[in-house]
């Protein structure tokens, strides 16, 4: 028997499988494997298409002689890791690269076609929320470029915008808060945002989400471009944060948090939510392989 996906996934990353799931609920029939169960699974006789994710260095060998069982597969490369570059995980060449940290430098080793995909994250959203506190900053030093605009904020927060309330808090790389920050993201008027290990952060659509005024740099994200799933609902500061007490002045004068959070709420709801990634994502699969509008096992 034929099937028409074999997708190669984390266990643990409730991103990729969500999509990864959105194809089966979408009519095609998929098997998903991971890496506690790519070993021992019991596979179909054909596959139309292999997404490869699960590149892990002791799954490459395994997974490189699944995909050769296979040769008239399609195979798609499901890139959802902080690499700005594609990364090779297997033998074979993919006939495209769907790539979530896409921008206009990315190099590739493979010919073949590369697109834009964004990370799908669920609303952080709590309703009848007070936007009490100015200022929202939580950073987790996962990475060293952080470490400057921490020390810039801190600054500010301790000297010149003292005046105002913030809710900043910095942990080390191995320590979450999840429920505080939760309530934290809804309590907020702005929210200042770092590029860190990615560019397509979780933080950036989390804010959104909650409908708070974000602050960061320009991304330089192709997902988000014009020219793909736009999202611009939000105020830039430069790269490096040297003006950002400038524009957290202008974000906090006349009420313009308030019109930006609620830019930022609709762009999130209208178009950038898990449900609506994942359209997107297929939509992308298709302007590659048209075959995929008609082979749904729709009754």
């Known amino acids: 028997m034929q099937k028409d996906f074999l997708c190669f996934d984390y266990s643990f990353v409730p991103n990729s499988r969500f999509i990864f799931n959105g194809l089966a609920e979408t009519g095609y029939s998929v098997d998903i494997v991971d890496e506690k169960t790519y070993e021992s699974f019991d596979y ?15 799954t490459i060998s395994l997974t490189d002689q699944i995909i050769e069982r296979y040769p008239n597969a399609k195979l798609i490369q499901h890139d959802d890791t902080d690499f700005v570059d594609v990364q090779s995980w297997s033998n074979r060449q993919p006939d495209l690269v769907m790539q979530r940290e896409l921008v206009d430098d990315t ?17 952080m959203y709590s309703k009848n929320t007070e936007k009490e506190n100015d200022i929202f900053f ?6 060293n470029r952080r470490f400057p605009v921490v ?11 003292s005046h105002l309330k913030w809710d900043m808090v910095v942990t080390a790389a191995n320590e979450r808060t999840p429920e505080e920050y939760k309530k934290a993201i ?9 590029f860190g290990n990615s560019y397509d952060s979780w933080r950036i659509w989390e804010l959104a989400s909650c409908g708070v005024c974000t602050i960061m740099p320009e991304s330089p994200l192709l997902s988000i471009s ?17 003006n950002i007490k400038e524009v957290i ?12 959070g609620k830019k930022s709420f609709a762009a999130y709801n209208e178009n ?9 994502y297929l939509e992308n699969l298709k302007s590659v392989f048209p075959e995929l509008e008609y082979i749904r096992h729709i009754p």
């Not at 179909?44 to 002791?58: M, W």
């Not at 020390?151 to 915008?161: A, F, I, N, Q, R």
């Not at 202008?250 to 930006?260: G, I, V, Y």
């Open 226 to 242: 014009p020219e793909h799933n736009h999202y611009d609902e939000y105020l830039r500061c430069d790269d490096n944060f040297d």
């Open 249 to 260: 002045e202008d974000a906090l004068s006349n009420n313009k948090w308030k019109e930006m």
């Open 107 to 123: 190099r590739s080793p493979w010919d073949c076609p590369i697109l834009p995909h964004h990370f799908p994250m669920p609303s």
């Open 138 to 143: 939580y950073g987790t030093m996962t990475n």
């Open 44 to 58: 179909a006789e054909d596959y139309r298409f292999i997404i490869l994710y699960l590149h892990e260095y002791y």
């Open 151 to 161: 020390k810039k904020l801190w600054e500010l927060y301790k000297g010149e915008l």
């Open 186 to 194: 809804n309590n907020c008027k702005v929210g200042i945002h770092c």
């Open 272 to 280: 950038h939510t898990p449900e609506r990634c994942f359209d997107i």
